[in-house]
């Protein structure tokens, strides 16, 4: 039922409008007017939309162009002589008495320059929000209730553009976001589909897109309002199992996320994993896959495949309360720690305007995929991304910000009370992985760490586990140096896996993951 919503709210309106066809207004800057292009009538987003909405529902659907080249949203915002904001343009006016049934809006980009007065204090911070949901409120008149489409991640920027660089696009993601909350309109990624082919299709301006950009807008659109398992934006993960005494963030790289299963080779390991297996039987733990938003409650049969680490400290957790233990999963072989942070944390920045996190902001402002993304330091990471990406079986979570998207922010947006946060991770951060190994900048590894503690935990005072990195014949020990500054700054558990003898010389999985749960376990009494 849930996974056909927007399918049946589009019968929904195709019904209401048997005699007349349903109205779709696109309003918006000069991406949606069709600046630059040779035919706008049938070369902008809007008519390459209506053409694929007549192929699919023909006769059913009239699609307008409402566009006005360089509009925003701030209603006191100036261009030129002339107010900028869109609610004034003489195309809302219009957009307004049309009464449409769907409205489509992707302003934003010309807001770049005041947004950020709202966090250096220049401008009252829930302006752009309230000034946006105040325009869409306009057309909620009358008991008509369109359904609206809002960019929440807007059409990206290259390089030799003017706001290239800028954390305000990725800081207006939250309050785009926001404005789809209030207004009840579904968020339409157009960030990512424009990336991937950015020094393509964008004009000489470094803005506008060509024709071809224009239809990957309208295709992404169409997908919008048309595919199955789309959801509203306020629609919150639900969280639903047992009454757990605990509640653990499981997350980190391969070394989190690897199975007892790959660790059953030898008789001895073996021997292991059966008496791993014995001690879940008595335990109450439950499981949740950021893979698939699944709950399950763990049982010898099948945990195998589970986070062999996790799983094991989940045991001695419910071994020493004697209660129900919880697990949220949010873990995939070679993720950097990037990939689990948000690109607002990324791009943050302090009063005076500055980023809090200078390299993590030139990563997430690159705008290019990692293995073109010059500022990202792990050689090995960019080197296999486009592999993995192509594979589907493998790590498909390595792009910032992904691992967020798909797994912490979930958990945010489920608001789920967390107890604990267990991290492993750092090998695809600590070196730059080319010949000869050596240790990223430390700045950087400095950043990303505080960066990840205020993401994770933010401000709850709830115990963060963090695992250094254990022996191996790689320069590790300045990020375990690192690691071991942050928790202390932080108030973090650093778990010195080191000191303890743990690892193996010339394998980055040591296979005794029981050793390395009891090291944990004990850190927290």
């Keep these: 039922m849930k996974k056909f919503f927007v399918a049946i709210a589009l019968v929904a309106v195709i019904a209401a409008h048997a005699a007349d066809k349903a109205k779709v207004a696109c309003i918006g800057d000069s991406i949606t007017y069709g600046y630059g292009l040779a035919d706008r009538a049938t070369e902008s987003y809007p008519a390459q939309l209506q053409k694929m909405l007549d192929e699919k529902f023909p006769g059913q659907y009239e699609v307008r162009n409402f566009g006005n080249s360089g509009r925003g949203i701030y209603l006191d915002s100036m261009r030129g002589s002339e107010k900028r904001g869109f609610r004034y343009m003489n195309e809302h006016k219009a957009a307004l008495e049309w009464k449409p049934d769907v409205v489509i809006c992707n302003l934003g980009i010309n807001d770049n320059g005041e947004y950020i007065k709202e966090y250096t204090g220049g401008r009252k911070r829930g302006q752009f929000v309230l000034d946006y949901a105040t325009m869409l409120a306009d057309y909620v008149k009358d008991g008509r209730k369109p359904q609206f489409y809002i960019w929440t991640k807007l059409a990206p920027l290259a390089p030799g553009q003017n706001f290239y660089r800028s954390p305000e696009p990725f800081l207006m993601q939250t309050d785009l976001e926001r404005v789809a909350r209030v207004s009840h309109a579904r968020g339409i990624d157009m960030q990512e589909p424009l990336r991937e082919k950015m020094d393509e299709i964008l004009a000489k301006d470094k803005i506008h897109p060509n024709a071809e950009g224009a239809r990957i807008i309208a295709e992404t659109t169409f997908k919008a309002m048309t595919s199955p398992g789309q959801e509203p934006i306020d629609k919150p993960e639900t969280f639903k199992t047992t009454n757990p005494h605990e509640v ?87 993720a950097p720690t990037e990939s689990f942070l ?138 375990r140096d690192v690691q071991r500054e942050v928790c202390e700054e932080t108030g973090a558990i650093f778990v010195d896996t080191f000191a303890a003898g743990l690892g193996e010389m010339n394998d980055v999985h040591p296979r005794d993951k029981a050793a390395f749960a009891d090291l944990a376990a004990k850190a927290l009494k």
């Excluded at 990563?363 to 500022?375: C, G």
Aim: contains cysteine; hydrophobic residues 35%.
């Design 342 to 479: 948000s690109e607002q944390t990324m791009c943050a920045i302090g009063s005076d305007g500055k980023p809090l996190y200078p390299a993590l902001a030139a990563i997430a402002t690159n705008r290019h995929r990692l293995d073109q993304n010059r500022d990202f330091p792990c050689a090995w990471v960019a080197r296999e991304y486009p592999r993995r990406r192509a594979n589907k079986e493998e790590a498909y979570w390595w792009p910032v910000s992904l691992m967020y998207d798909k797994g912490i922010k979930r958990i945010k947006d489920g608001k789920v009370k967390i107890d604990g946060i267990l991290w492993y991770q750092g090998e695809s951060n600590a070196t730059t992985c080319v010949a000869p190994d050596k240790p990223t900048d430390r700045d950087y590894q400095l950043e990303t760490l505080r960066a990840l503690v205020s993401e994770l935990r933010g401000d709850r005072k709830i115990p963060f586990i963090m695992m250094g990195l254990p022996k191996m014949n790689r320069p590790w020990e300045q990020y």
């Design 248 to 334: 653990w963030l499981c997350a980190g790289q391969s070394n989190m996320q690897k199975g007892w299963n790959e660790f059953n080779a030898y008789p001895a390991e073996k021997e292991r994993v059966k008496k791993e297996m014995a001690r879940l039987a008595k335990c109450d733990i439950h499981f949740w896959d950021f893979n698939d938003g699944s709950w399950r409650r763990l049982t010898p049969e099948n945990a195998l495949r589970k986070s062999a680490f996790g799983v094991s400290f989940a045991i001695r957790r419910a071994e020493a309360t004697k209660k129900s233990i919880a697990m949220l999963y949010v873990a995939a072989g070679g």
